[in-house]
C-alpha cells in the first residue's frame, strides 16, 4: 500500500465570489489528476457551493474550514458538517491554530467537531501545532501528543481512513519562516509513532500527515521528499493559482515516485 500524498489549500477569510471564479478559470484547464495524490481546496463557506459545482468532474475535494459537531440547533454563527455534506463538499479542516488562538477551541471542542465530521461522511484534515514559546521551552512533543489525544479522542481504527494530520508550527503560519527539515522530520516521525499506537500498525501508518506553515512552491519538493511529510497544507501561496498548480504537481510527482519505489516510506 502507498500512502497518499494530500496537497491542501487553506484560502482562510480570503477569495470574494470573482475571486474564486478567477482561480478556477485559471486552475482547473491545467489540473491533471493523479491517482494517490489528493487535491484539497478550502473556501470560506459561502463559496463552497460554487466550488464544488466547478471542480464537478475533477477530483478536488471542495472542504470547509471548521465545522459543529451537531447536526442542528442553537449555535450562531455555526455551520453543522452535515450542512457542509449538503453543498457536495467531502472534508472538513479542524483545530486550525487561528480557530484555537482566536475563537478558544479547544482538544475537546475539536474531537465533538470530528465526530460530527464523520459522522456526515466527511473527511477531516485535523491540526495540530506549538507556539514559538512552546517550541523554546523544549515541550513541543508533549504539547502535540496532548493536542492529538485531546483532538482524537472518539476516533477509532475504522475512521483513520478518513483523517488526515496537519503539523502547523504556529510560528511558521504566514510568517515567511517555515520550520526546518529536522524538526519537521522530529514532529512528523513523533505524529506516524503515534498514528501507530492509536489505530493499530497498518491503519496508523495509512494516515497521511501534513506540513503547514509558509509552504512556498519552490519549498514544496524538498518538504515531500521526507520519509512522512504525505503532504501540504498552504495558506498564502495556494491563493494564486499558478502557485497552487505547481504545489498540485509536486504532489504528484511525489506519489509517483513512491508508488514505484515502495520502501518504508511508501508502506
Ligand atoms: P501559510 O498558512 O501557508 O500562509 O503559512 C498555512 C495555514 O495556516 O494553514
Not at 94 to 102: C, D, I, P, W
Not at 114 to 128: K, R
Not at 206 to 220: C, F, N, Q, T
Request: proline share 6%.
Amino acid at each position: 500500500m502507498t500512502r497518499k500524498v494530500v496537497i491542501a489549500a487553506n484560502w482562510k477569510m480570503n477569495k470574494s465570489a470573482p475571486e474564486v471564479s478567477a482561480f478556477f478559470d485559471r486552475f482547473l484547464p491545467d489540473f491533471e489528476p493523479v491517482d494517490g495524490a489528493e487535491i484539497w481546496i478550502a473556501p470560506v463557506s459561502i463559496h463552497l457551493a460554487e466550488a464544488v459545482r466547478r471542480c464537478s468532474g475533477a477530483p478536488v475535494v471542495v472542504a470547509a474550514q471548521n465545522a459543529h459537531g451537531e447536526p442542528r440547533g442553537a449555535f450562531t454563527g455555526e455551520l453543522a458538517a452535515s450542512q457542509v455534506a449538503e453543498t457536495g463538499a467531502r472534508g472538513v479542516i479542524l483545530g486550525h491554530s487561528e480557530r484555537r488562538s482566536f475563537f478558544g477551541e479547544t482538544d475537546a471542542g475539536v474531537s465533538s467537531r470530528l465526530a460530527g465530521v464523520l459522522g456526515a461522511g466527511l473527511s477531516a484534515i485535523v491540526c495540530a501545532g506549538e507556539s514559538l514559546d512552546v517550541r523554546e521551552k523544549g515541550e513541543t512533543l508533549p504539547l502535540i501528543e496532548r493536542q492529538l489525544e485531546g483532538s482524537l479522542a472518539g476516533s477509532r481504527s475504522e475512521d483513520s481512513g478518513r483523517i488526515r494530520i496537519a503539523y502547523e508550527p504556529v510560528w511558521a503560519i504566514g510568517t515567511g519562516r517555515q520550520a526546518e527539515i529536522p524538526q519537521i522530520d522530529e514532529v512528523h516521525g513523533f505524529i506516524r509513532a503515534w498514528l501507530r499506537e492509536r489505530f493499530g500498525y497498518n491503519p496508523g501508518s495509512a494516515v497521511p500527515i501534513l506540513y503547514g506553515g509558509s509552504v512556498r512552491p519552490e519549498g514544496a519538493p524538498e518538504l515531500l521528499e521526507r520519509e512522512d511529510v504525505d503532504g501540504l497544507l498552504v495558506g498564502g501561496a495556494s491563493l494564486d493559482p499558478v502557485g497552487f498548480s505547481q504545489l498540485v504537481r509536486a504532489g504528484g510527482q511525489r506519489f509517483r515516485r513512491r508508488s514505484a519505489s515502495p520502501g518504508p516510506s511508501g508502506s
